[in-house]
């Protein structure tokens, strides 16, 4: 879904905020690779660090809507 630009929120139920942020980090991994450089151009990617912070955001949102 990060490839795409699509927030992770899940389908029917909304995904954990450290099941998003793993799979930021494996999308980071893919295009900026797994070596030091790699690691701190992840940190750096803004495009990527809003798309997963909206994420969270959004499934912290999602979830305490269902609760209510």
Excluded: C, T, Y
């Excluded at 029917?12 to 701190?40: C, F, N, T």
């Excluded at 151009?41 to 979830?63: H, N």
């Amino acid at each position: 879904m990060l490839e795409s630009l699509i927030l992770p929120v899940g389908e029917k139920d909304p995904l954990e905020p450290r099941s998003i942020m793993l799979g930021g980090w494996q999308e980071a991994m893919r295009i900026h690779g797994d070596r030091p450089e790699g690691l701190v151009a992840a940190l750096d990617d803004q495009r990527l660090q809003d798309l997963v912070g909206k994420a969270i955001e959004m499934s912290v949102v999602s979830s305490s809507w269902r609760k209510q």
